[in-house]
């Protein structure tokens, strides 16, 4: 099961998980985002790209790999502070 | 332990930054000693056995790309220290203009310029672009930030200085903006000194050029918090660095288009400057200009022509 | 002053190496960076000919990368075992995309079974974890769901076409940045 967490500090309510999700997984409860359905949620991470805040945190997703991004790229992403 | 905060192609905000630990500052010294920092002592070449080397500043000319590898050489760990350094920063923007041009304005058209306009020679050469400095050498550690806050350095130098590891947010400005999303409607393109921004509801949403969320946090949404749209002076958050895909330019825009239902096109139209608006402190990284979409090229290819 | 671009060249490629037909590769383990250069300009050469495809082609660039897909989805499939059971097929598909492009079996919470038979068809929803068609839009900034995504589409019709001998059709449901929804119909 997908167990899906929303830092709420960070969320802005834009509303833009609620609109983006092919799922509707989230609702926006009083400004801050709400994963309403997280069992039809199947880890597309859509809703990770289109938050301005990087709001939100899933447990149980299989990670892709990500090999168009260069080893200096990701080197260099390892190492800011 | 031994420090140094060695300046290239910089303001010397960076070096200032680190003072601007104030009180801490003595704790600093306690621990460490500053062996080498050409803005803050009279020291003239960094030694051998440096532990940490700060260096600020993009690399610009041949004088800067010598002393960086020298610095690189004598220390064990280097740590890229604000903007310039870790994206090129406000130093990369002098790439949308040519060298003739450059050289000409400064030397021969500004108002305080001796009588006889000459163009110096004698000093170290332009590199034909500007650098980052993860660009030309290998780098521990970047910082960014134009110039990196107090709050953050608190929480990082004593740290690094005592070799423990910190956990700090690397989200964007939006993760620390205390604004919430307003009502949108009528959206169109508002420059900053058009009406007044209501402080309580998203910047974005109001039609200002706000640059929060694609820019790295680590600044409390400072300017946000006091009315003024975001800069991006921190360089750009992690998924546009990440992504081959995405750059400044083209999440802005997808960013306000999601946000009010217009299509990109009609939102990218309405941008203006985008060089010094989207990319004026990124301008002089290779990794954000190796991306496809990057409009960085284009751009500097206009201003040089 | 430096040397003439020439003279530095005739210089680097100046080898004794004794070359022996039988003797090539030189080394079976490339190191990383070379592997990446590699990777990455093909990544961008692919990207470039599906843009000018679309230019040129139209909508005509969907079907030219389905039929290529089609071609490597029957050449790949054709030593594999035949099964005509969809569970057993799926297997058999999930050793031929291993790796390229791992996919698993999904439903929606409110559907008991994965499986689904309606009107003469058989249809299941797959979620697409790897996949090279991805990476390749992201590295060079194209959208998923375009014509290279096709190649895909044809690629998995074409092998499931070989092992169950039914005609089939992938449709792609929902793009994201970690994992794609596809459904495989099968006639």
Redesign the interface.
């Known amino acids: 099961m997908i167990e899906i967490r929303v830092d709420e500090e960070a969320c802005n309510g834009c509303g833009l998980c609620v609109k983006d999700c092919p799922m509707g997984v989230f609702e926006l409860k009083s400004s801050v985002s709400s994963p309403v359905h997280p069992e039809n949620c199947m880890g597309c991470l859509s809703c990770h790209e289109i938050c301005p805040a990087q709001a939100l945190e899933h447990r149980g997703v299989v990670p892709c790999r990500r090999m168009y991004v260069s080893m200096k790229v990701c080197r260099m992403l390892n190492r800011v502070i | 332990m031994k420090i140094a905060i060695e300046e290239l192609a910089g303001c010397s905000g960076c070096t200032i930054a680190v003072l601007d630990l104030h009180e801490m500052i003595l704790d600093v010294i306690e621990q460490a000693e500053i062996v080498y920092s050409p803005v803050i002592m009279d020291v003239k070449e960094p030694p051998e056995g440096i532990d940490i080397a700060f260096v600020t500043g993009a690399v610009r000319n041949a004088e800067n790309e010598e002393r960086l590898k020298t610095i690189r050489a004598r220390a064990n760990t280097l740590v890229a220290l604000g903007t310039c350094a870790v994206y090129g920063g406000i130093s990369g923007l002098s790439m949308l203009s040519s060298r003739e041009d450059l050289f000409n304005y400064v030397y021969r058209e500004v108002d305080t310029v001796p009588p006889d306009g000459t163009i110096p020679t004698d000093v170290p050469p332009f590199l034909y672009r500007a650098f980052a400095v993860g660009d030309k050498v290998k780098v521990d550690y970047f910082i960014p930030g134009c110039p990196p806050k107090e709050n953050r350095l608190r929480q990082i130098l004593p740290a690094m200085m005592a070799g423990d590891r910190v956990s700090l947010s690397r989200k964007s400005v939006c993760s620390e903006c205390d604004r919430i999303m307003g009502p949108i409607e009528n959206w169109t393109l508002k420059r900053r000194f058009e009406g007044e921004p209501d402080r309580e509801y998203c910047l974005l949403g109001q039609g200002y050029l706000c640059l929060g969320p694609v820019t790295f946090c680590g600044c409390e949404a400072a300017c946000p918090a006091k009315n003024v749209p975001c800069h991006g002076c921190n360089g750009p958050s992690l998924d546009i660095l990440r992504e081959p895909c995405r750059d400044i330019f083209n999440m802005t825009v997808r960013r306000i288009s999601d946000l009010t239902d217009r299509p990109e096109k009609e939102v990218a139209a309405e941008l203006y400057d985008v060089a010094h608006t989207m990319y004026p402190f990124t301008m002089g990284s290779q990794v954000m200009e190796d991306k496809e979409i990057s409009k960085i090229r284009e751009l500097i290819k206009e201003g040089n022509r | 002053m430096s040397e003439s671009f020439i003279n530095e060249a005739k210089q680097k490629f100046t080898t004794d190496l004794v070359f022996r037909a039988e003797d090539v590769p030189m080394r079976c383990d490339p190191p ?2 070379e592997l ?1 250069q590699t ?2 300009g093909l ?2 050469l692919n ?1 470039y000919i599906i843009k000018s495809l679309e230019e040129i082609a139209g909508r005509g660039a969907n079907a030219v990368t389905y039929r290529a897909g089609k071609k490597f989805g029957h050449e790949v499939a054709k030593y594999f075992e035949k099964k005509s059971d969809v569970e057993d097929a799926l297997r058999e598909l999930s050793y031929i995309l291993h790796g390229q492009y ?1 996919f ?1 079996p ?1 439903k ?2 409110d559907r008991d079974e994965y499986i689904v038979e309606e009107n003469g068809s058989t249809f299941i929803y797959l ?1 697409f ?3 090279i068609v ?9 959208e998923q769901g375009g014509p290279l995504c096709q190649t895909l589409c044809g690629y998995v019709v074409g092998a499931v076409e070989e092992i169950t001998g039914r005609r089939g059709k992938l449709e792609i ?9 596809k459904k495989l119909i099968l006639k």
């Open positions: 990383a960076e990446e990777l990455h990544m961008q990207g791992t698993e999904w929606p919470s979620v974890h790897d996949c991805r990476q390749s839009c992201r590295r060079i900034g194209q449901i929902h793009t994201g940045p970690n994992a794609c929804l």
